[in-house]
């Protein structure tokens, strides 16, 4: 028997990464993931080799029920090697691989909030040809079709997620026409990473079948309107139990250069976004504080109140890579929880 591995990767285009699939019919039953081949591509194509020398390796990482073409076909994320089988450059899941191992005891579990918005050719969906719909406010978790634009997608997308089996736990309508948002989480680092990518992936290939386009760009359409982000909340098993835990993260997050260090990783175009305005921080300052969508980090009502919980970095562009900013934040808070012995 045959079936069809749709093998995706993130490819070298800068400043904003593109994700690439290509088919592999595989002879043979189904197996795991440790019984996928390597494979390899085009290097020169995908801005991550040049011509005289573009072969790169493709290997496995993630497998998946492939929920579009059903059957025993599967969806595969593969990092990106060279031919010596060293990390490529492009490939930023490695060095989430070797911090999230450091780690690993304080027991670190992310929750990735992925807004994004449709376009209908160069319009927003939803957007009148030459001219703009009424301001932002009704459409956020609205209903009805004269505030909600492209619900058949988000569905069909939602519905692949679950059929693959990707941790999604929601979704609901943003602040402006046709902005969506689906989370994926809480997993540990390498698990939301891989499987936002997949869901990203998924986003792409399901608008396709309706002949609409979803973008990640973080400032989709310029003046009085929200931008899209992907604020991501997280914790260690120290700040599960304790408030102490969830300020040493929170000052960690603002000390020295590490606020810079970290907006300069959260994506592309994020000065557009992060002005101060539309639930925004300024991009160049840091603040958090308790139940402020304005602060660069949220502490919710609720963890307040219990004690305990998580913390959410509102700052990340929804064109983040996931493996930057989970990288970035396990390592920063984690280092601080150790040295205040808090783990």
């Known amino acids: 028997m045959t079936f069809k591995a749709e093998y995706i990767w993130i490819d070298g285009t800068a400043p904003t990464a593109k994700l690439r699939s290509k088919t592999k019919i595989i002879t043979g039953a189904p197996a795991g993931l440790d019984a996928l081949p390597l494979w390899g591509f085009d290097g020169s194509s995908t801005n991550q080799a040049e011509g005289h020398a573009s ?58 909030e992925q807004e994004y918005t449709f376009f209908d050719g160069t319009r927003p969906l939803g957007f009148p040809e030459g001219g703009y719909p009424a301001p932002q406010g009704g459409y956020y978790c609205g209903v009805g079709a004269d505030e909600i634009f492209g619900r058949e997608v988000v569905e069909a997308h939602l519905d692949h997620c679950l059929k693959a089996g990707l941790g999604i736990s929601g979704i609901n309508a943003e602040v402006m026409p046709g902005q969506w948002e689906f989370q994926v989480g809480p997993l540990a680092p390498l698990e939301v990473s891989d499987q936002l990518w997949v869901a990203r992936w998924l986003l792409y290939r399901t608008a396709e079948d309706f002949k609409i386009s979803a973008t990640l760009d973080p400032k989709p359409v310029k003046g009085d309107w929200n931008g899209a982000g992907a604020h991501t909340n997280f914790s260690t098993k120290a700040m599960r139990e304790g408030y102490d835990a969830i300020i040493t993260a929170c000052e960690s997050l603002g000390e020295g250069s590490k606020p810079l260090d970290h907006v300069k990783n959260y994506g592309a175009g994020i000065d557009e976004r992060l002005t101060g305005l539309h639930e925004t921080a300024p991009w160049d300052e840091f603040t958090y504080g308790v139940s402020d969508r304005g602060a660069s980090v949220r502490i919710p009502w609720q963890v307040e109140v219990d004690g305990k919980g998580y913390i959410e970095d509102r700052r990340p562009n929804a064109n983040v890579d996931p493996y930057l900013v989970t990288r970035l934040m396990v390592d920063t808070c ?9 783990v």
């Not at 390796?57 to 492939?66: A, E, G, R, T, Y």
């Not at 984690?334 to 808090?342: I, N, P, V």
């Open 55 to 112: 072969d790169r390796v493709l290997k496995p990482v993630f497998s998946c029920p492939d929920p579009i073409r059903g059957g025993d076909d599967v969806l595969v994320l593969c990092e990106v090697l060279n031919t010596d089988m060293t990390p490529h450059a492009s490939n930023t899941r490695a060095e989430l691989a070797e911090v999230s191992a450091r780690f690993a005891a304080q027991e670190p579990i992310f929750g990735i």
């Open 334 to 342: 984690c280092t601080a929880l150790e040295k205040a012995g808090q």
